[in-house]
Structures are given as C-alpha cells and as structure tokens.
C-alpha cells in the first residue's frame, strides 16, 4: 500500500510551540483570578483552546470576562510568542523535503484557529508548502475525533488509508488512526517512554529521523 500524502500537525510536531500554550495559559488566567498549574496545562496538551477554557470553567467559574475573550486572549499571547521567537521543531524542514522528494501531498491540520496556523506558517517561512491547511477550531468535534484530519484527506483529494499522519500528541495520534491513516508519532522526550504511543505505526525520537525508506516501508 502506497503513502501519496502526508499530514502534518501543527503545535509540538512543526513548532515547540506547547511551552507557548502553557505560559498563555497561566497569564490569562491568573488575569481572570483563575489558579491554574504548569502540570494542568501539560494535562490538556493536544485538546482545542476552547474545550480547555471550557473544563477550567467549570472546575472555577468567573464572571469578570467571556469565555471567548478568554480564548481569544491565549490564542492572542501564544501567536505574539511564535512571531517573536520562531521556534521550529528540530528536523522540520528536513522531514517536509523527505516528503516532497517522496512526490507526496502535504496538507496541515492542527486544532489551533486559522489565526495561528498563518502566524506559524509566517514565521516559519512555510508559504506554498502544503496544498491544504485545515483548522479544527471551528468543527463540531475536535481531537481525538477524526474529523480534521479527514477533512484534510479530502482537501487533498486522498483516501485516509493512502495518508500519513505525523503528530506529537496521543489525543492527535488517536484521531488519525480513528481516521485510519498510517501514523508516525514524535513525542516531547519526557513522554516517550508512555506505553499509549505503541499505537502508532512508527515512533521517532525526531523529524530528522523520518527517510525516503521509513516512508516507503509504511
């Protein structure tokens, strides 16, 4: 079987951007009164802003703000955060040229707003990379739901089962492989070593790791 795309998320597989996502989270806040962990934050990794914003409130409800002003506000800090220190994920742009030399189509598909995905694409220098860039943010169900990344095989033109997933997170890696896709899964180092991850097709340690013949042996 034959891999003709590749797809890739956004936060934590193409930009260290999750130490963004947990400074953000913890400012805004504390802004609103709202006591919330550094441990909470890494709890959440891979779930939409708003469900996030969502469970805090419910745990700690506030009146100060809207819950959408709250998520506006985050999304805002963590954009502000990657245009200013740009931090692409070790490997990035090796891993898209072993996709391109592969003759894949790539897409994007991340559960951030379509506000971040540009900003990212922007301070990376991504432009005319991926032939189709698909947000989660405003869909009906979010990670681990499949939704997204089905919606990016379609955009794509590629049956899921022709498509290779490239995620960070164990919520992501569940959607792709709800949406049958092949996956390679490259975690933060300190979880690794998680047994979950054994769902994958394939575990990295980085994207300098992914070659033409780990592609070809999916």
């Not at 819950?67 to 245009?83: A, G, K, N, P, T």
């Not at 490997?91 to 506000?115: D, E, F, R, Y």
Request: charged residues 20%.
């Amino acid at each position: 079987m034959m891999i003709e795309a590749a797809v890739f998320d956004m936060d934590g597989l193409m930009i260290d951007s999750q130490p963004f996502w947990q400074e953000a989270q913890l400012e805004i806040f504390a802004q609103i009164g709202v006591a919330i962990t550094r441990q909470d934050t890494i709890d959440t990794t891979g779930m939409r802003v708003d469900e996030i914003v969502q469970r805090c409130y419910e745990q700690t409800p506030w009146e100060s703000v809207s819950r959408e002003d709250v998520c506006s506000r985050i999304v805002d800090r963590v954009i502000e955060l990657v245009q200013t220190h740009k931090p692409a994920m070790p490997g990035l742009n090796q891993a898209i040229g072993v996709c391109q030399q592969a003759g894949l189509k790539l897409a994007l598909a991340s559960s951030s707003p379509m506000t971040l995905i540009q900003a990212t694409i922007d301070a990376l220098d991504l432009h005319g990379v991926f032939q189709a860039i698909v947000s989660g943010a405003e869909l009906r169900y979010s990670k681990p739901h499949p939704e997204v990344y089905l919606n990016a095989c379609d955009a794509l033109g590629v049956q899921p089962f022709r498509c290779l997933a490239l995620e960070d997170s164990f919520i992501g890696l569940l959607a792709a492989k709800a949406a049958q896709m092949k996956t390679i899964v490259i975690p933060e180092a300190a979880a690794a070593d998680q047994k979950h991850f054994v769902i994958a097709d394939r575990q990295l340690p980085s994207l300098h790791d992914l070659s033409a013949d780990l592609l070809g042996a999916l």
